[in-house]
Nanobody, 124 residues
Framework: QVQLVESGGGLVQAGGSLRLSCAAS????????MGWFRQAPGKERDIVAA????????YYADSVKGRFTISRDNAKNTVYLQMNSLKPEDTAVYYC?????????????????WGQGTQVTVSS
């Protein structure tokens, strides 16, 4: 069982930056692939980025490539999402998720555990 708690969301102007953090409970964090998802009002929850257990493999949705960076610190049981050059269309609730089977860039059904989400709002 893994419990996930996101933080770092907020209101930012277009072009600004935010860093999301997701702290995980338990001693087996390094055995989980991790992902960040987002859900805008009236839309499905989509994957934004994913990272393998050791951090060597990453995946980014086309819409965030070159602007967002996913990373993890297994010693701190934490995964991060650095978001730069934010756009109004990045506005959403952002969720982190853990997958016991390791890295996956597929949809939310692939993931086992979820955080409660953190709101990111980008003003124009």
């Amino acid at each position: 069982q893994v419990q996930l708690v996101e933080s770092g969301g907020g209101l930012v102007q277009a072009g600004g930056s935010l860093r999301l953090s997701c702290a995980a409970s338990g001693r087996t964090f390094s055995t989980y692939g991790m992902g960040w998802f987002r859900q805008a009002p009236g839309k499905e929850r989509d994957i934004v980025a994913a990272i393998s257990r050791g951090g060597a493999i990453t995946y980014y949705a086309d819409s965030v490539k070159g602007r967002f960076t996913i990373s993890r610190d297994n010693a701190k049981n934490t995964v991060y999402l650095q978001m730069n050059s934010l756009k109004p269309e990045d506005t959403a609730v952002y969720y982190c998720a853990a997958r016991g089977g390791g890295y996956s860039y597929r949809g939310e059904d692939e993931y086992d555990y979820w955080g409660q989400g953190t709101q990111v709002t980008v003003s124009s």
